[in-house]
């Protein structure tokens, strides 16, 4: 469903050219649960960022569910961003001032959906997390773990394909990073696919194939690796 | 369209402070921006600006060679003689309409004495007066043209309600210096803010009746305008304001006002037509020893008039360019203000942008946002000029004396609705334009940098 080929991002200042990511390739197929590692500055949020269309890219090709991405437009963008893809950030990035329910709204306005269809997503979405009946809720009210779960019902409420989290549990301490997971990997196994950027190896763990960024360029670690990692 | 609408209502919602800011920073700009707009624009006007560049003021100087004429509104009136001579060669000519009057006031009464007296600001006038002025009739009609030796009189609306409580009064006596007139009609002069007719231009009072000048005349109605003369007759000025009319028909006293109205399609050659006639009567006069001043006529156009008193407004002209002045520093300090909220917004821009809105919704909500704040400052903008204009009604009338008339002043005072509606699409159009760039500027905000962390 998703395939990038030799997509290289620059990132130029007056002084510097910075090479964030280099001839990366890579597959997605459905279903899938992918953690991306790797240390800070590695180039991961830009290789999510360019994933979640939320970046352009220099060279190189993308096709997300067969359309080339690098022949759209902001308005074909948009589109598929909002019907194909959820995102999950570190920092929740909930609106403080709407309660949960026009929180979660919100993709779902812009996709154009009549109210009624609208209520039906958020209600489902927030029974999905755990969180039904606190829709009225503001997310200040909340704790860390159940505003992440708010941005997952966001997410999902678009019933996206592909699930982009970044750091998911970075702001969370170990309980709510556990559940948080959980409820990652539940709804991968209804068939979401999910990449999930990690600086956590342990979590990382947990997914079905493990990808390591180093110096912007992207290789598949099998689960051994990966533990030669953690310890 | 909904959605956007909600959409743009939560953004005026976020960081209410700085959106409160920004309408009550517009508002106060547009308050005064109005307010002086308003009084400027209602001094300046009249209910017959689409004819005022066809109706001239004609003067023809017999005043002595050092006379100053201070302003445009100070040309002497005419004569009687001058007078005589104009609308015998002028009132019934084809592509112009003469009118003349002249200045009174006096006591109007009831036969019956059954209510209080009132003391009426007047004119007494040729019946060509009231299609010059084109004011509209609540009853009856003017006094035909062979009516002008006829004991009638049109009385304004306020004089009518005070008299006989707004009822129809037409084929009413009242009395004027004892003698008795018979109501022919009721006029609305309400709309006249200034009282042009007489070139005072002054908008503290204007005509509550209105009598037949040859009636006039013919039964010494007292003079009491502008009435300059010569030096040879400015002893007897008193006498021939009050008693002496036949003497005034042969002294150089002006106190008659002559207004010509030229037809649409001949105004150009009425002009000049009345322009020779003016010159070659004045050049006779002079042959004759009567003038000897260097401006010996002024042929003066309404609408000029109407603009020359527009700019003599000098403080409210000043207030007024402070006022535009206040209202650039406003929309530029909402422009800052709306940069400064846009900034403090980017991560919202750019969560709006991964969750799936392209550059072009968000420039929509935007602009639907600033809308509604441009909209929200119009109308406290309007609010607050209301109130305004209601304090400088009231510090007007504190300024004028015991002779003006409040609900006059008060006209002046008043939101003129058609000039309130084009200035706030104005403003609109301003802050509009004025917000662009911060909005362009944030609907191009890059998402991913915004949304990390």
Redesign the interface.
């Known amino acids: 469903m998703l395939r990038m080929k030799n997509i290289s991002k620059i990132y130029r200042t007056e002084l510097v050219e910075t090479h964030a990511l280099s001839d990366v390739n890579f597959t997605v197929e459905e279903g899938e649960f992918i953690a991306v590692t790797g240390p800070s500055g590695s180039g991961k ?1 830009t290789f999510l ?1 360019i994933t ?1 269309l ?2 352009s890219f220099e060279q190189g090709s993308y096709e997300l569910d067969g359309e080339d991405v690098s022949t759209l437009g ?2 074909q ?3 598929l ?3 194909k893809i959820g ?1 999950i ?3 929740f ?1 909930l ?1 403080s ?2 309660n949960l329910y ?1 929180n979660i709204e ?2 779902l ?4 959906l009549s109210a009624q269809a609208r209520k039906k997503r958020i209600e489902d979405s927030l029974e999905l997390v755990g969180l039904g009946g606190r829709a009225s809720h503001f997310p200040a009210q909340l704790s860390g773990g159940q505003q992440q779960r708010v941005a997952i019902a ?1 997410a999902l409420a ?1 019933q996206p394909r592909f699930l982009l989290a ?1 750091e998911p549990t970075g702001n969370l301490d170990t309980m709510m990073a556990r559940q948080v997971m959980d409820l990652l990997e539940e709804i991968n196994r209804q068939g979401t696919t999910l990449l999930m950027v990690t600086h956590d190896n342990e979590l990382a763990q947990r997914a079905h194939r493990n990808i390591q960024i180093l110096d912007g360029q992207l290789r598949d670690i099998n689960k051994n690796e990966l533990v030669e990692l953690i310890s | 369209m909904k ?1 956007l609408v ?2 743009a209502w ?1 953004g005026l ?2 960081k209410r402070k700085l959106t409160l800011l920004m309408v009550l920073n517009l508002a106060i700009g547009i308050t005064l921006l109005l307010t002086m707009g308003t009084i400027v624009t209602r001094s300046g006007h009249s209910p017959i600006d689409e004819r005022a560049d066809r109706i001239y003021h004609v003067s023809l100087n017999f005043m002595d060679p050092d006379y100053e004429n201070r302003s445009p509104f100070s040309v002497p009136p005419l004569t009687y003689t001058d007078a005589q001579s104009l609308y015998t060669d002028w009132a019934n000519h084809n592509s112009v309409r003469l009118s003349l009057n002249y200045t009174t006031s006096f006591v109007i009464d009831l036969p019956d004495r059954s209510v209080r007296p009132v003391t009426a600001e007047a004119s007494a006038a040729d019946t060509g007066y009231f299609d010059l002025l084109q004011v509209p009739f609540i009853y009856g009609e003017p006094w035909r043209a062979d009516m002008d030796n006829t004991a009638v009189i049109v009385l304004d609306k306020k004089a009518n309600d005070l008299l006989f409580g707004g009822e129809n009064s037409v084929g009413q006596q009242v009395v004027i210096n004892n003698r008795q007139l018979e109501v022919v009609g009721v006029m609305d002069m309400s709309a006249y803010l200034r009282r042009f007719q007489n070139m005072r231009f002054r908008g503290r009072i204007n005509d509550m009746a209105v009598v037949p000048l040859g009636y006039a005349h013919a039964n010494n109605i007292a003079r009491t305008g502008y009435m300059p003369c010569r030096t040879k007759d400015e002893p007897l000025r008193s006498r021939y304001r009050r008693d002496d009319v036949q003497g005034l028909k042969s002294a150089e006293c002006g106190y008659l006002h002559a207004w010509a109205e030229f037809v649409p399609h001949n105004q150009e050659q009425s002009h000049a037509e009345l322009t020779l006639w003016l010159r070659n009567y004045a050049e006779q006069q002079v042959t004759l020893g009567r003038f000897g001043h260097a401006e010996p006529f002024y042929l003066s156009q309404l609408a000029t008039l109407n603009d020359r008193m527009s700019d003599n407004l000098y403080w409210e002209q000043i207030y007024l360019k402070f006022a535009y002045l206040l209202f650039a520093i406003c929309l530029i300090n909402t422009i800052g203000i709306l940069l400064a909220k846009n900034q403090s917004r980017a ?2 821009v750019s ?11 968000i420039l929509k909500i935007q602009l639907l946002e600033l809308s509604m704040l441009s909209g929200a400052a119009i109308v406290l903008g309007l609010l607050l000029a209301q109130f305004g204009l209601v304090a400088m009604f009231h510090l007007a009338l504190y300024q004028a004396d015991y002779l003006a008339d409040a609900e006059q002043v008060r006209r002046m005072y008043s939101m003129d609705i058609p000039f309130a509606l084009q200035a706030a699409m104005g403003i609109f159009i301003a802050i509009f334009t004025a917000g662009l760039y911060p909005i362009i500027k944030a609907s191009r905000t ?3 940098a915004q ?3």
């Open positions: 949020t960022n979640g939320l970046e902001d308005k963008l948009s589109r961003r909002n019907e995102f950030f570190q920092g990035n609106i001032d709407l026009d919100v993709p306005i812009f996709r154009g966001r678009g970044d | 959605d909600q959409l939560r919602k976020q991560r919202l969560l709006y942008r991964a969750l799936g809105a392209n550059k072009l919704y890059a998402p991913a949304l990390r962390g």
